[in-house]
């Protein structure tokens, strides 16, 4: 059972999730009651995978688990900040 909840935000490119996400950071109404993770596409430049490839979506779904996995851990159960994720899991799924 996940201890953080968890808000995904999704929908192609343009649609305001970057945006939103730097404005709720600097908001002083929602600073320190959320912790948002980067978009898993920008951290994939450098593996040398074409986007091309069903390996790439594979690797970016892991990618993705691993950071919500990764943040709640290191959150721990006693931090109740929202994770705010750019994108989800299943994003790739759908291009």
């Known amino acids: 059972?996940?201890?953080?909840?968890?808000?995904?935000?999704t929908g192609g490119p343009?649609?305001?999730?970057t945006k939103?996400?730097?404005?709720?950071?600097?908001?002083?109404?929602?600073?320190?009651?959320i912790a948002a993770l980067p978009e898993a596409i920008s951290l994939m430049?450098?593996?040398?995978i074409s986007s091309r490839e069903k390996l790439f979506q594979r690797v970016m779904v892991q990618m993705q688990f691993?950071?919500?996995d990764g943040l709640a851990h290191a959150l721990g159960e006693a931090d109740r900040r929202i994770i705010l994720?750019?994108?989800g899991?299943?994003?790739?799924?759908?291009?």
């Not at 059972?1 to 935000?9: G, N, R, T, W």
């Open 66 to 68: 691993a950071m919500e």
């Open 14 to 17: 343009g649609g305001g999730k």
């Open 45 to 48: 430049g450098g593996l040398g």
């Open 20 to 33: 939103l996400i730097e404005e709720l950071s600097h908001d002083s109404a929602w600073r320190g009651r």
């Open 1 to 9: 059972m996940k201890s953080h909840m968890e808000v995904v935000l």
């Open 89 to 95: 899991s299943l994003d790739p799924l759908a291009y």
């Open 85 to 87: 994720c750019h994108c």
